[in-house]
């Protein structure tokens, strides 16, 4: 399995990517209630974290152009 986590403190945030296969660990992570990274939450929570929705909008396109 190819795996990578990105985390920062700061936004209390912490990512993780996985090549998924049938019985992968992403799996197991959703059924535990862990949303993808285009889930809606994902962003509406950053939302909350960044004050303005510029700041919102450049950190969420990086952050889906890095990791999703």
């Known amino acids: 399995m190819q795996w ?3 985390a920062d403190r700061d936004m209390e945030i912490c990512i993780i990517g ?5 019985d992968s660990a992403k ?4 059924e535990e209630g862990w949303k ?3 889930h809606p ?4 929570w950053l939302q909350l974290l960044l ?4 700041t919102f909008d450049d950190y ?9």
């Open 4 to 6: 990578a986590i990105w």
């Open 18 to 22: 996985m090549v998924s296969t049938k």
């Open 27 to 30: 799996n197991m992570l959703l």
């Open 60 to 68: 969420f396109t990086q952050m889906l152009s890095s990791y999703a």
């Open 36 to 38: 993808p990274l285009d």
């Open 41 to 44: 939450v994902l962003a509406k």
């Open 51 to 54: 004050k303005d929705q510029k």
